[in-house]
């Protein structure tokens, strides 16, 4: 595919950064189709993707490690703010989180856009819908329908992320929990390596990441869309180890020791500890991810 060069600009009203001009539908298609898979596999995108598709050890750590933090935490928060069971995933892939919440006592299911993984997730008997979210929530008898709604790092890659929203709103009922995962771009500790480690500014991904999320512009653009930020949380701020000295940019393997280093941590602590932790990071700003848990204003 032709590269195209593109900005990163700051939105107007919330704040948050976006890449100008927005890539069209069909670069972005493009890029999935003759791209994507290819850097999974070389692991210059997609490092949780990667170590699932190795399959073995690699990738049965990475499951267990998952559910221990990441699906545990969504658990915690539907279990803790949302006002049922009914719980929607936008952008499911192959439908590992609902089938974790599914065992949680949770009535499932997911929107997916990708056709083989939405496929997928229906031979695992998950109720996916294959298309757009936009499209799905604009169904008869969606309006108010379910109790949470979740966003595991697919709002960064939407075109339109404020009509996103809009959406989630709709399908929620009063009360509604949405929860959302995204990079923490643009954060202190990113510029910071750049400056000392005299980086580009790697975390910018073109055309698949269009939107920059920060704590701030996604509590401003909840907040300025219906709803009420309750909590949240941060994960590992991995750019510290850039500032340690381990330039896991440029060397794949350093990248694979830095996560394993990670990973020890954060499953040798209870899950109080580690969230008091990573709460700790957002009010501070640090952390590789944003989570924010908000619910539907009545």
């Not at 394993?260 to 700790?280: A, N, Q």
């Amino acid at each position: 595919m032709s590269e195209e060069e593109y900005d990163v600009v700051k939105q107007d009203e919330y704040g948050f950064r976006r890449l100008s001009p927005v890539p069209s539908d069909s670069a972005i298609e493009e890029f999935y189709d003759e791209q994507y898979y290819d850097l999974v596999q070389k692991g210059k995108r997609g490092p949780d993707i990667h170590r699932l598709m190795e399959g073995g050890a690699p990738a049965e750590e990475q499951r267990t490690w998952q559910e221990a933090t990441l699906y545990a935490d969504v658990s915690h928060a539907l279990s803790n703010h949302a006002p049922g069971k009914r719980v929607l995933e936008i952008g499911c892939g192959t439908g590992d989180l609902l089938l974790h919440l599914e065992e949680q006592g949770f009535e499932v299911s997911g929107v997916e856009i990708a056709k083989a993984a939405a496929d997928f997730a229906g031979a695992r008997n998950l109720d996916v819908h294959h298309g757009a979210f936009e499209e799905y929530a604009m169904q008869e008898g969606m309006a108010e329908s379910l109790d949470g709604v979740l966003l595991m790092n697919v709002l960064e890659q939407t075109r339109d992320p404020i009509e996103v929203i809009r959406c989630c709103e709709r399908v929620l009922a009063p009360g509604g929990a949405l929860i959302i995962r995204s990079g923490n771009e643009f954060s202190a500790l990113q510029e910071a390596a750049c400056e000392s480690l005299q980086k580009r500014q790697w975390w910018v991904s073109t055309p698949d990441q269009i939107n920059y999320f920060s704590f701030d512009s996604m509590a401003r653009l909840l907040e300025g869309e219906g709803f009420s930020v309750v909590d949240s949380w941060s994960d590992f701020p991995m750019e510290m180890f850039l500032l340690m000295g381990y330039d896991y940019v440029d060397a794949p393997g350093i990248g694979k020791e830095c996560h394993e280093r990670r990973v020890k941590f954060e499953m040798s602590l209870s899950p109080e500890t580690r969230r008091h932790i990573y709460r700790s990071f957002a009010t501070a700003g640090i952390g590789r991810c944003v989570f924010l848990v908000a619910t539907k204003k009545s």
